[in-house]
């Protein structure tokens, strides 16, 4: 079993900077991938990022592309979202999570462990 606990959401304004924090026990990561997600009101629960954690592979969703950062810290335990240029479309709760293996994958339904999801509001 793998714990995930999200720190870190807020109230921004548009244009501003959060950093998202998801700190893991329970077991070792290394041969998982960690990824973030966000599910807005009525929204279906979208990918928006994921880090392998055994070689630091990172992928973007499109429209984060170019202002959100995956990363980790293998001493911590840690996975970040950095958050930059938000926009109010951003407005979601984002969720931290983990799958076991390797393989990569973009779809919420592979992925076997979730965090209880911290609320990103960002105000025009």
């Known amino acids: 079993q793998v714990q995930l606990v999200e720190s870190g959401g807020g109230l921004v304004q548009a244009g501003g900077s959060l950093r998202l924090s998801c700190a893991a026990s329970?077991?070792?990561?290394?041969?998982?991938?960690m990824g973030w997600f966000r599910q807005a009101p009525g929204k279906e629960r979208e990918f928006v990022a994921h880090?392998?954690?055994?070689?630091?592979?990172?992928y973007n969703a499109a429209s984060v592309k170019g202002r959100f950062t995956i990363s980790r810290d293998n001493a911590k335990n840690t996975v970040y979202l950095q958050m930059n240029s938000l926009k109010p479309e951003d407005t979601a709760v984002y969720y931290c999570?983990?799958?076991?293996?390797?393989?990569?994958?973009?779809?919420?339904?592979?992925?076997?462990?979730w965090g209880q999801g911290t609320q990103v509001t960002v105000s025009s």
């Open positions: 880090i392998r954690w055994s070689d630091g592979n990172t």
């Open positions: 999570a983990a799958k076991d293996g390797v393989v990569v994958h973009f779809k919420a339904s592979e992925y076997d462990y």
């Open positions: 329970g077991r070792t990561l290394s041969r998982h991938v």
